[in-house]
C-alpha cells in the first residue's frame, strides 16, 4: 500500500502542468476565433472584453481561497449587488459619494467576515450558510433599494469602470493584475497561503500544528468580502447604476473558472495562475461565440458545461497521482 | 511540453482532444459576417425570453429584407441590465452600422449607447426609452396617455364605473415605458374616474411566476379589490392565473397590456376583460426603417414624419419621438385575428 503524500513542491508541479496546459488552449481558443471570425481579433477588441470579465475575476480569486480551504461561497454575487446598493442608496440619501464608497466596503468585508464567522466558530458548512446569506444579502439589497435603481453618479465615478488609459487599456486592468499578483504573493509565498491549503487537506493537523484555523477561515471569508465590495464599485461605476437584481447568478461562472482552472471543490489544491486562465478560457470563449452571431442564450450552457469538464478533468488527474 | 503530453493519463489526452476537436468544429460550423456594402443593423430587445420580443424580431426581419440589410438581434435571456450594455459593447466591436436597443434602464444603457455613437454607429430606442441625452430618436409603439387612457377606460368599463381600490401590476420600477404608464393611468383616472383608487402597485419582475404569486398574496390579504390593472404581458398571464386560482374570476376584472399569445386563453375564459398592446411585428418593422433612415440621412423631424414601408408615415410627435400607430384593443371577438 502506497502513501501519498502531498508536498507543496509536487502539487506545484503538477499543477503549473496544468496552467501551461490552460494557457495553450486559450491561445489556440483565440486564434481559432481570430481566424474564424472577421474583425474579432484585435488589441482594442480583446482589451474590451477584459473590462466584462474583471469583476468575476476579483471574485474568482477570492473563490480560490475560499475553496482550496474546503469551503464554498455562494453569496458573493447577493453581496456583489449590496454593496452596490449600500453605496448609491447612501449617497442618494445624502452621504458624500467617496464616504459612500469606503461604507461600501466596509459592508461587504463585514458581511464576508461574517460568512467567516459562522462557518469558523459555529462549525456549520459552508455550503449551507453562505446558501442563507445569499438570500440574506441579496434581500438587504432589495429592501434597502426599494426594487428601485439609482443611476446618477458623477463622471470621475464611472471612470473607474469606463475609462480607457491611452483609449484601449481599460482603467480597471491594471487594478486587476495589481490584485491578482497579490492575492498569488499570499497564496504562494506566506504563512497564511500555506495554512489555507493546509485546511483544505487536514484541518486537524493544521490545527494541531498551531494554526489558529477559526482566524485563517474568518481572514479567507473576510478576503472574499473585500474583493466582492472592489468588484462591486467597478460594476457600478461601469454600468453606472446600482440594482438589487445585479449580478444575479454571477456565482456560476466565477466557481466554473475556478474548477476550471485546477482547484479541486475538496480542497487542498489550487492556483491563482489556473483560475485566472480558466476565467480567460470561460469569457472569451463565451464573448467569440457571441461576437460571431451565436446568440447570448448559450451562455449559461456553456458555463455548465465548462463546469462538468472541469470537475471531470480534476477528477482524473487526482486518479493518476495515486 | 511534449513531456507533459507522455505523462498524462489517457483520459486526460482523450478529453483535451475532444476539446481541440469540438472547438474547431464549433469554429467551423461559425457563421462569416458578410462583405461590408451591407449593412449591419443591432437590435437588442430588453431581454429574449418573451414572445412579443420574438414578434418584433420577425418584424424587424421582414424590414431588413425589403432594405437590403443584415439583421444582428441579440439580448439577454432575462432581464439584465448589465448583459444588455455588454451586447452594446459587443455590438461596438463587431462593428454594427446601427443599434436599435429596447433599454431595460434608461441611464444605465446611456454610457454604452453614447460609446457607440462616438463610434459612428447610428442610435436609436424603441419600447423602452434611453436617457434622450443617448439618442436622437425613439420610437414610441403609442403614446403614454393614449395607453394609460385606454387601460383605465377598459376597466372602468369591467368594473361599471371603476368605483372602488385597484391593484396595479408592473414589471419593475425602472423601466421608462412602465413608469410612464402608470402615471398616466393614475392620473387620468383622478380626473375622469375619481373613485377609482390604485391602492397598490408591485413588481412581478417581467416572471409570470412571480406576477402570480405576488398577485395571490395580495388579493388574499385585500379581499374588497375591485380589479386589477397590469402593465405587462408576463405580469397579465401571472395575474391571470392568480385570480383563476382564487375563484375570482369575472368577479375581480383585469384589464390592461396583454400579448395574445399567451393572453388568449384568459380573454376567451372571461378572467381578461380587455388587453391593449400595439402590434409588436410593426414595432420591429417600424424601428429598422428608422435606423436606414439615420444611415441614410434622411432622419429629419423637419419634415414631419420617417417613410416606413407598409405601415406608410410615421408622425414625429417631438422632435426626437416617431410614434408607431394607436393602440389596439384585443377582446373575445377579434383576439383570433393576431398570432403573436
Redo the contacts between chains.
Keep these: 500500500m502506497t502513501v501519498t503524500t502531498h508536498t507543496p513542491p509536487r502539487r506545484l508541479g503538477s499543477l503549473l502542468?496544468r496552467s501551461?496546459?490552460l494557457a495553450?488552449?486559450f491561445v489556440?481558443?483565440l486564434a481559432?476565433?481570430g481566424?474564424?471570425?472577421?474583425?474579432?481579433l484585435?488589441v482594442?477588441?480583446v482589451l474590451?472584453t477584459s473590462?466584462?470579465f474583471i469583476e468575476a475575476g476579483l471574485l474568482s480569486l477570492g473563490m480560490t481561497l475560499v475553496i482550496i480551504t474546503g469551503g464554498i461561497d455562494l453569496s458573493v454575487a447577493a453581496l456583489l449587488a449590496l454593496v452596490s446598493v449600500v453605496i448609491g442608496f447612501s449617497h442618494q440619501a445624502g452621504v458624500p459619494l467617496p464616504l459612500a464608497m469606503m461604507l461600501g466596503v466596509i459592508v461587504g468585508t463585514g458581511c464576508g467576515l461574517l460568512n467567516g464567522a459562522i462557518v469558523a466558530y459555529l462549525h456549520l458548512h459552508p455550503l449551507v450558510v453562505t446558501l442563507a446569506t445569499m438570500a440574506l444579502f441579496r434581500g438587504a439589497a432589495y429592501v434597502i433599494s426599494?426594487?428601485?435603481?439609482f443611476?446618477?453618479y458623477p463622471e470621475w465615478f464611472?471612470n473607474i469602470g469606463?475609462y480607457y488609459i491611452a483609449g484601449t487599456v481599460p482603467a480597471q486592468l491594471p487594478v486587476f493584475v495589481l490584485i491578482c499578483v497579490v492575492v498569488w504573493v499570499i497564496l504562494a509565498k506566506t504563512a497564511f497561503g500555506r495554512a489555507i491549503y493546509g485546511l483544505g487537506e487536514n484541518e486537524m493537523a493544521v490545527q494541531f500544528s498551531g494554526v489558529n484555523v477559526e482566524r485563517v477561515k474568518l481572514k479567507v471569508y473576510g478576503l472574499m468580502g473585500l474583493l466582492v465590495s472592489i468588484a462591486a464599485i467597478i460594476?457600478t461605476s461601469?454600468?453606472?447604476?446600482s440594482?438589487a437584481?445585479?449580478?444575479?447568478g454571477l456565482e456560476l461562472p466565477v466557481i466554473a473558472a475556478v474548477v476550471l482552472g485546477g482547484t479541486k471543490i475538496t480542497g487542498g489544491y489550487g492556483t491563482v495562475t489556473g483560475t485566472i486562465f480558466g476565467l480567460l478560457i470561460l469569457w472569451y470563449l463565451q464573448?467569440g461565440?457571441?461576437?460571431?452571431?451565436?446568440?447570448?442564450?448559450w451562455g449559461?450552457v456553456i458555463t455548465g458545461a465548462f463546469l462538468i469538464?472541469g470537475v471531470?478533468?480534476n477528477e482524473?488527474?487526482g486518479?493518476?497521482r495515486d | 511540453m511534449t513531456d507533459t503530453l507522455k505523462e498524462m493519463s489517457t483520459s486526460r489526452r482523450e478529453v483535451l482532444v475532444g476539446l481541440a476537436v469540438g472547438a474547431a468544429a464549433l469554429a467551423g460550423g461559425v457563421r462569416l459576417a458578410n462583405a461590408a456594402d451591407r449593412p449591419v443593423i443591432g437590435m437588442i430587445p430588453k431581454y429574449t425570453s418573451d414572445p412579443y420580443f420574438t414578434a418584433v424580431r420577425k418584424g424587424a426581419e421582414e424590414a431588413c429584407k425589403e432594405l437590403n440589410c443584415d439583421l444582428l438581434f441579440d439580448g439577454p435571456a432575462n432581464q439584465d441590465v448589465t448583459a444588455q450594455a455588454d451586447i452594446v459593447d459587443r455590438m461596438i466591436r463587431q462593428k454594427v452600422s446601427a443599434i436599435s436597443i429596447a433599454a431595460s434602464d434608461p441611464s444605465a444603457l446611456a454610457p454604452a449607447a453614447k460609446r457607440a455613437a462616438a463610434r459612428g454607429i447610428k442610435v436609436s430606442s424603441w419600447d423602452s426609452d434611453l436617457d434622450p441625452s443617448a439618442r436622437p430618436v425613439f420610437l414610441n409603439m403609442s403614446e403614454f396617455s393614449a395607453i394609460g387612457q385606454t387601460i383605465a377606460d377598459l376597466m372602468a368599463k369591467a368594473t361599471d364605473g371603476g368605483k372602488g381600490d385597484f391593484l396595479l401590476v408592473t414589471n419593475s420600477f425602472t423601466s421608462t415605458n412602465m413608469n410612464n404608464w402608470r402615471e398616466n393611468i393614475k392620473s387620468y383616472a383622478k380626473t375622469k374616474y375619481p373613485e377609482m383608487i390604485v391602492k397598490a402597485e408591485l413588481s412581478g419582475d417581467a416572471d409570470i411566476e412571480k406576477s402570480k404569486n405576488v398577485t395571490l398574496n395580495y388579493l388574499r390579504a385585500n379581499p374588497n379589490t375591485r380589479g386589477v390593472i397590469v402593465i405587462d404581458g408576463n405580469a397579465a398571464v401571472g395575474v391571470a392565473e392568480a385570480v383563476d386560482q382564487l375563484g375570482l374570476a369575472g368577479k375581480v376584472p383585469i384589464a390592461g397590456i396583454g400579448v395574445p399569445s399567451t393572453i388568449r386563453p384568459y380573454i376567451k375564459s372571461g378572467t381578461v376583460s380587455a388587453a391593449v398592446l400595439w402590434d409588436p411585428v410593426d414595432l420591429g418593422y417600424g424601428a429598422i426603417y428608422i435606423s436606414k433612415a439615420q444611415l441614410d440621412g434622411k432622419l429629419d423631424p423637419k419634415t414631419g414624419f420617417v417613410d416606413a414601408g407598409r405601415l406608410g408615415k410615421m408622425k414625429f410627435i417631438a422632435d426626437d419621438v416617431v410614434l408607431l400607430g394607436p393602440p389596439t384593443v384585443f377582446t373575445k371577438e377579434n383576439i383570433d385575428k393576431y398570432d403573436f
Design positions: 502542468n501551461v496546459l495553450a488552449f489556440i481558443e481559432i476565433f481566424f474564424s471570425v472577421p474583425n474579432y484585435s482594442d477588441g474590451d473590462r466584462v426599494n426594487a428601485e435603481a443611476s446618477s464611472t469606463g460594476e461601469r454600468i453606472s447604476t440594482r437584481n445585479m449580478a444575479v464573448d461565440l457571441q461576437f460571431a452571431g451565436i446568440s447570448a442564450d449559461l469538464l471531470l478533468v482524473n488527474l486518479k493518476v
